[in-house]
């Protein structure tokens, strides 16, 4: 499986996720990251400044969460019949009929709350195979601060407002 954005928020668990469900797990990060993932149990990373397409090879799937262009060129990484899923505001940078034409699928991802996921998930947390890193914890009245965090781009982990007692 191969995870964009792989030391992000969402990246760093679905790294962990995949690796739970026994997953081979490449990641695209940049290089001062590559150490966090492989503690995370990343089998392979690519520097996010290199071009992930020229080495990338025959994955079965693949998770966007950058967008952009990104969508079009993971498509290149995949084997046929091969699942790119896009979890990124807005289109993923490609129609599902661009990839059915090229032998693959694409869907858009929503993250859906369920009981028997957040069952498995706890569990998960519990034993350690699952660890959450926060890169900031912030008082809830400065959440504008943490937009202005995110949306300035690279962070390894998760951003996190507290709220008061």
Same mark, same amino acid.
């Given at each position: 499986? +191969?995870? !964009?954005?792989?030391?992000?928020? =969402? %990246? #760093?668990?679905?790294?962990?996720? @995949?690796?739970?469900?026994?997953?081979? =797990? &490449? %990641?695209?990060?940049?290089?001062?990251? !590559?150490? $966090?993932?492989?503690?995370?149990?990343?089998?392979?990373?690519?520097?996010?400044? /290199?071009? $992930?397409?020229?080495?990338? #090879?025959?994955?079965?799937?693949?998770?966007?969460?950058?967008? %952009?262009? $990104?969508g079009p060129r993971t498509l290149g990484t995949l084997r046929p019949g091969g699942l790119l899923l896009a979890a990124v505001p807005g289109a993923p940078g490609l129609a599902p009929e661009?990839?059915?034409?090229?032998?693959?699928?694409? @869907?858009? &991802?929503?993250?859906?709350?369920?009981?028997?996921?957040?069952?498995?998930?706890?569990?998960?947390?519990?034993?350690?195979?699952? *660890?959450? #890193?926060?890169?900031?914890?912030?008082? $809830?009245?400065?959440?504008? *601060? /943490? !937009?202005?965090?995110?949306?300035?781009? #690279?962070?390894?982990?998760? +951003?996190?407002?507290? +709220?008061?007692?």
């Amino acid at each position: 499986m +191969l995870i !964009h954005a792989a030391a992000g928020a =969402v %990246g #760093h668990a679905a790294v962990q996720l @995949a690796k739970a469900e026994g997953a081979y =797990v &490449i %990641g695209t990060a940049p290089a001062d990251d !590559h150490d $966090f993932l492989r503690d995370l149990g990343t089998d392979e990373l690519v520097d996010d400044t /290199a071009d $992930f397409a020229a080495t990338v #090879h025959s994955v079965d799937t693949a998770l966007d969460l950058v967008g %952009g262009d $990104f969508g079009p060129r993971t498509l290149g990484t995949l084997r046929p019949g091969g699942l790119l899923l896009a979890a990124v505001p807005g289109a993923p940078g490609l129609a599902p009929e661009e990839a059915e034409a090229r032998g693959m699928r694409c @869907a858009v &991802i929503t993250p859906e709350p369920s009981g028997e996921r957040l069952t498995k998930i706890a569990a998960l947390l519990a034993n350690t195979r699952i *660890r959450l #890193h926060v890169e900031a914890a912030l008082p $809830f009245t400065d959440a504008a *601060r /943490a !937009h202005e965090l995110g949306d300035a781009g #690279h962070r390894k982990g998760a +951003l996190v407002l507290a +709220l008061p007692n």
